[in-house]
């Protein structure tokens, strides 16, 4: 007898190294998990350089080495759900990310997850750590992708293989390379 899973549900997990982004005006806040999705880890804080998107190609040599399975980018949403400013900066950011990772040839999902309360509760995961609010500034991103990536493996976890909204690369919206194109270097 064979069971099936519910729709947006799989039977089981699948192995792969895993990245969380938190995207700011500012700073970006970068977070791996090891190939079981046991322990998401702070990676990095880079600062956003939206003229020259350096913090982009950095985070894309990151997945590259790291072998990343998919990307996780939060989505901040208003507690009603309604999406501001922050949520249209964090889309086009994911977009870029998507576009960078096709355009090396590193076959990597992008995909936007909500976030809602996730700075909130870096914030204050670090008060309770002993850390004074002056010193979050430069780890408070971290803590917030890692907040990022530990919702997305407990849904992935629980059976659901399609976590959050996947962010195609734009050449794939037109009709260009596919990531499972044969004629795709990889």
């Not at 729709?7 to 791996?32: M, P, Y």
């Amino acid at each position: 007898m064979t069971t099936s899973a519910p729709e947006g549900q799989s039977t089981g997990f699948v192995r792969g190294v895993r990245l969380g982004v938190d995207v700011g005006a500012v700073r970006v806040g970068l977070a791996a998990c090891d190939p079981d999705g046991i322990l998401a880890s702070p990676v990095r804080t880079l600062s956003r350089d939206a003229a020259k998107n350096r913090d982009i190609r950095l985070i894309t040599l990151e997945a590259e080495e790291r072998n990343a399975i998919q990307l996780f980018v939060g989505l901040p949403r208003t507690l009603k759900g309604t999406e501001t400013a922050s949520a249209e900066l964090a889309r086009g950011y994911a977009a870029r990310l998507a576009d960078s990772l096709a355009n090396a040839g590193i076959a990597c999902e992008v995909r936007l997850v909500d976030e809602r309360l996730t700075t909130v509760e870096a914030h204050r995961s670090l008060r309770s750590a002993g850390l004074s609010t002056r010193d979050h500034r430069r780890v408070v991103d971290q803590v917030a992708a890692v907040g990022i990536l530990e919702h997305a493996l407990t849904m992935l976890r629980r059976g659901h293989d399609n976590v959050g909204e996947l962010v195609p690369p734009t050449a794939e919206e037109h009709g260009g390379i596919h990531r499972d194109d044969p004629n795709r270097s990889t």
